[in-house]
């Protein structure tokens, strides 16, 4: 039932940004803890931001804070991820998700979201 439509990703030198969107369907986005992890070849699944259930309460991964921001917006049931700063490190495809019933303690497990958005690619260049 819940869908979510990601895009906004792209090629860019160090130093840069982008934004990328998920556009959730298909449920209550506020009920809906929503996140963004990533994954590069050869290495496991990372947390990078997360906003919880209801609270909208916002958490960053360490190694992105400072640069990376999550955010949402209610009224489009979109939620977004403002990377500035970018680093070669960040290269890697970036998923959002969203779970009905996400614990806090779980908020960075990968495991406790039940919807993923198809991916879109991040590549930063030195």
């Known amino acids: 039932q819940v869908q979510l439509v990601e895009s906004g990703g792209g090629s860019v030198e160090a130093g840069g940004s982008l934004r990328l969107s998920c556009i959730f369907s298909g449920g209550n986005f506020r009920a809906y803890t929503v996140g963004w992890f990533r994954q590069a070849p050869g290495r496991e699944r990372e947390f990078v931001a997360a906003?919880?259930?209801?609270?909208?309460?916002?958490y960053h991964a360490n190694s992105v804070k400072g640069r990376f921001t999550i955010s949402k917006d209610n009224a489009k049931n979109t939620v977004y991820l403002q990377m500035n700063s970018l680093k070669p490190e960040d290269t890697a495809a970036y998923y959002c998700?969203?779970?009905?019933?996400?614990?806090?303690?779980?908020?960075?497990?990968?495991?406790?979201?039940?919807?993923w958005g198809q991916g879109t690619q991040v590549t930063v260049s030195s």
């Open positions: 906003a919880f259930r209801n609270s909208g309460n916002t």
């Open positions: 998700a969203a779970g009905a019933g996400v614990i806090l303690s779980a908020l960075r497990d990968g495991a406790a979201y039940s919807n």
